[in-house]
């Protein structure tokens, strides 16, 4: 995954960027970078990797090494970037967010076309310069960036600083991911994310439609590529993703969650769950917004029976081994014991995809004195992983939990009836659930419906990408 922000003024954007970028962290965690444009100097660039130091860290000297009235900057999870990039199109440093599926064969066509690469220590190309050679492909900026979308199978937000000093935004073909103008008396600025421009002092100018494509100077914005009238913005962001101040599509993130939560309890008290709860809690942070819904609308208290202590520990994803980041996120789990011992828990979790961070939860739990601990999914069985934004980090589908499970319970064959491992209210469904409880420890376990987490979000379903959950393209 990852975020960018870009900015044009009248003045030094520098500072804008600076904040503006730091404020997308929590979309990656491997590499950040800045580039600048001013009259005198012309482009600048740097890079740092932000795998033990955060972004803000790692930046805080640029103020005094770069200068520009025009500036993007990135997190991003995979490639370094932005790059500077010299084509028939002038010099420029570009940016982007997504994911590209089919990259060996559009490497050889722009090869075909006499374009080359620069490997990476890894052998692989770098997408934002795949994407990069794929617009110079084309006459204009707005022609290559329409062709590279065209081509592009996955997903690529793009945004470039350009040797004029202008900044181009385009949003992935189907909109999938978010891309919103802010404005404000001196200029404009490009972001993911809705609060990162408002805590900088810019007010809501407009949310790009999917594919659309606008340059922006500090005086304006002219459109290249209109919106497409297709869109299907991740749903997954609203569960999991997407920071609780965050907006997309008019829908803030915290809302949407306690909806969804409340939506869970309303399910479970029609299917007539009896058992006692004294706490309902949230796991990890993202869940608590929904534990929090699902609290209000069961008259059950809201609790926190462990707390994270994040101040010096890495994030829990960060080690290369698996066992070193089981460890870590075990070690931040502080008990809270009295609302523990003896006590009879529900946990709502943003998400269960492979479900071995979850097993040591249960198990600290049950080690402090848990009576039983519930679980509750946000979103419903992941099925597929994602190959519009990786957010799964599966290498292959039968690395989620539902589908070693499903595999487990009666083999290939299984895959032939997702649907009903899906549905709670099946006998497959109910089989599903009932062994990954054995599995991961809980008394019961269920999944948000993809019904009710459509209705949770408020968007036609025909505009949300479910494809995690429901194979749907």
């Given at each position: 995954?990852g975020?960018?922000?870009?900015?044009?003024?009248?003045?030094?954007?520098?500072?804008?960027?600076?904040?503006?970028?730091d404020?997308?962290?929590?979309l990656?965690t491997?590499q950040?970078?800045i580039?600048?444009?001013d009259?005198r100097?012309?482009l600048?660039r740097?890079?740092?990797?932000?795998e033990?130091?955060?972004?803000r860290?790692k930046f805080?000297?640029?103020?005094?090494e770069?200068?520009?009235?025009?500036?993007?900057?990135?997190i991003?999870?995979t490639?370094?970037?932005p790059?500077l990039i010299?084509?028939r199109?002038?010099t420029?440093a570009?940016?982007?967010i997504g994911?590209i599926?089919n990259k060996?064969?559009?490497?050889?066509?722009?090869?075909?076309n006499?374009?080359n690469f620069?490997?990476?220590?890894?052998?692989?190309t770098?997408?934002?310069?795949?994407?990069?050679?794929l617009i110079?492909q084309r006459?204009?900026?707005?022609?290559?960036i329409?062709?590279?979308?065209?081509?592009i199978e996955?997903?690529?937000?793009?945004?470039i600083?350009?040797?004029?000093?202008?900044?181009?935004?385009a949003?992935?073909?189907l909109?999938?991911?978010?891309v919103?103008?802010?404005?404000r008396?001196d200029?404009?600025?490009v972001?993911?994310?809705s609060?990162a421009y408002q805590?900088?002092?810019?007010?809501f100018y407009k949310e790009l439609?999917p594919?659309?494509?606008?340059e922006?100077t500090?005086?304006g914005?002219?459109?290249?590529n209109?919106?497409?009238?297709?869109k299907?913005?991740?749903a997954f962001l609203?569960s999991?993703y997407g920071?609780?101040?965050?907006?997309?599509e008019?829908?803030?993130v915290e809302v949407?969650?306690?909806?969804?939560?409340?939506?869970?309890?309303?399910?479970?008290?029609?299917k007539?769950?009896d058992?006692?709860l004294d706490?309902?809690?949230g796991v990890?942070d993202s869940?608590t917004?929904?534990a929090i819904?699902?609290?209000?609308?069961?008259?059950t208290?809201?609790?926190r029976?462990?707390i994270?202590y994040?101040q010096?520990?890495l994030?829990?994803?960060?080690?290369?081994?698996q066992?070193d980041r089981n460890r870590?996120?075990?070690?931040?789990?502080?008990p809270v014991?009295?609302l523990?011992?003896d006590?009879?828990?529900?946990f709502?979790?943003?998400?269960i995809?492979?479900?071995?961070?979850?097993r040591?939860?249960v198990?600290?739990l049950y080690?402090?004195?848990a009576?039983?601990?519930?679980?509750r999914?946000a979103?419903?069985?992941?099925?597929?992983?994602?190959?519009?934004l990786n957010?799964?980090?599966?290498?292959s589908?039968m690395?989620?939990i539902?589908?070693?499970?499903?595999?487990?319970?009666e083999?290939?064959?299984?895959?032939n009836h997702?649907?009903?491992y899906?549905?709670g209210k099946s006998e497959r469904?109910?089989?599903?659930?009932n062994?990954?409880?054995k599995?991961?420890?809980?008394d019961?376990l269920d999944?948000?419906?993809?019904?009710?987490i459509i209705?949770a979000i408020g968007i036609?379903?025909e505009?949300l990408?479910?494809?995690?959950?429901s194979?749907k393209?």
């Open positions: 995954m975020g960018f922000f870009g900015a044009v003024n009248r003045e030094d954007a520098i500072n804008d960027v600076f904040f503006g970028t404020y997308h962290s929590h990656g491997k950040g970078g580039a600048a444009y009259p100097i012309g600048q740097q890079i740092h990797s932000i033990k130091t955060p972004f860290t805080d000297k640029v103020f005094e770069m200068k520009g009235f025009a500036s993007i900057g990135c991003s999870d490639d370094p970037q790059l010299k084509t199109l002038g420029f570009i940016s982007t994911i599926n060996r064969d559009l490497i050889d066509l722009c090869i075909k006499g374009g620069n490997a990476m220590t890894s052998g692989e770098n997408n934002s310069e795949l994407v990069a050679a110079n006459d204009t900026f707005a022609e290559g329409k062709f590279a979308q065209d081509n996955g997903t690529a937000s793009i945004l600083l350009t040797e004029k000093g202008t900044i181009i935004a949003r992935d073909k909109g999938r991911l978010p919103l103008i802010g404005k008396e200029g404009y600025c972001s993911f994310e609060f805590k900088v002092g810019y007010s439609g594919g659309e494509t606008v922006i500090a005086d914005i002219t459109q290249l209109p919106p497409g009238k297709k299907r913005i991740c609203w999991y920071y609780p101040t965050a907006t997309y008019g829908v803030n949407m969650r306690m909806r969804n939560g409340a939506i869970m309890a309303r399910n479970d008290k029609e007539g769950a058992y006692h706490y309902v809690a990890p869940g917004a929904h819904g699902y609290a209000s609308n069961s008259e208290p809201f609790g029976p462990f994270k994040t010096t520990w994030r829990s994803f960060m080690p290369a081994n066992s870590v996120a075990k070690m931040k789990l502080l014991t009295d523990i011992k006590k009879d828990l529900l709502v979790d943003d998400s995809v492979r479900g071995t961070q979850l040591e939860t198990e600290f080690s402090n004195g009576k039983s601990v519930h679980m999914s979103c419903p069985p992941i099925m597929y992983g994602c190959k519009y957010f799964s980090r599966a290498t589908d690395e989620l539902t589908r070693s499970t499903i595999m487990e319970l083999g290939e064959e299984g895959f997702l649907d009903e899906c549905d469904g109910q089989k599903l659930r062994t990954i409880c599995k991961l420890n809980f019961t999944f948000q419906t993809l019904e009710g209705e036609d379903e505009e990408c479910t494809y995690c959950w194979g393209e």
